[in-house]
């Protein structure tokens, strides 16, 4: 696998690691009533986007090896430029329910599993 590969996965699994330790114990409402706590978990869904979307532009053969991965970098680009049309309720069910698939995916690529 490539360094670059390897270093964007690298990226997502630490913003990955954050969002679950940020929100580890917190409820849908801790997360609306706590706008650090949006902020900290936006900005590493940005990141995993970001990170994504670079790894994919320049090796597209790996989109094989993130389910759904052209929805993480939309839900990006809605969280940086449709800021003002992020819903909660939304991020924390991508939180919930998206990100431990991401999670585990981006560990068993690097993990060679």
């Known amino acids: 696998m490539e360094d670059d590969v390897r270093k964007h996965l690298h990226d997502i699994l630490e913003a990955c690691r954050l969002i ?3 929100t580890d114990g917190k409820t849908l409402e801790d997360y609306r009533g706590d706008s650090m706590l949006r902020s900290a978990v936006e900005r590493q869904f940005q990141i995993i986007g970001e ?3 670079q790894m994919l532009r320049r090796f597209p053969s790996t989109s094989m090896l993130i ?3 052209r929805s993480i970098i939309n839900f990006r680009n809605i ?3 449709g800021y003002d049309r ?3 309720e939304v991020v ?3 939180v919930k329910g998206s990100l431990p698939l991401l999670h585990k995916e981006v ?3 690097l ?3």
């Open 51 to 53: 990170a994504l979307q």
């Open 92 to 94: 924390w069910g991508v």
């Open 86 to 88: 992020v819903d909660d």
């Open 67 to 69: 389910t759904d991965h």
């Open 20 to 22: 679950e330790r940020f």
């Open 111 to 113: 993990n060679g599993s």
């Open 79 to 81: 969280l940086v430029h």
């Open 107 to 109: 560990d068993a690529i």
